[in-house]
């Protein structure tokens, strides 16, 4: 069973930068493709970005050139390096996995992807 958590998280001002982590157990971790999503107060959880296992990135365009997805194959973690911050990226943010080897792309629906850690909260004061 695959087990993700999430850390980093809190409450910065715009234009600050914030790591996440996200810590992963139960294997195959560079098997697979990882993501990053988020979910702001009332709104649907979206994808924010994607690590691929091959290790090309994918993000959604409202991040694009401010954060950054790396992964640590040795060490099951993933990250997101966020610069610039804006009041409006505050969020919960998840990580979530998907199966190993289960397509040779990375995928933006939640639907495709498996497992999900608890959430951390990033807050962004303006």
């Known amino acids: 069973q695959v087990q993700l958590v999430e850390s980093g998280g809190g409450l910065v001002q715009a234009g600050d930068s914030l790591k996440l982590s996200c810590a992963a157990s139960g294997g195959g971790f560079s098997t697979r493709h990882m993501a990053w999503f988020r979910q702001a107060p009332g709104k649907e959880r979206e994808f924010v970005g994607a690590s691929w296992r091959g290790g090309a990135t994918s993000y959604a365009d409202f991040v694009r050139g401010r954060f950054t997805i790396s992964r640590d194959n040795a060490k099951s973690t993933l990250y997101l390096q966020m610069n610039s911050l804006k009041s409006e990226d505050t969020a919960v943010y998840y990580c979530?996995?998907?199966?190993?080897?289960?397509?040779?792309?990375?995928?933006?629906?939640?639907?495709?992807?498996?497992?999900w850690g608890q959430g951390t909260q990033v807050t962004v004061s303006a």
């Open positions: 979530a996995a998907d199966k190993p080897l289960r397509s040779n792309t990375a995928s933006r629906l939640r639907s495709d992807y498996d497992y």
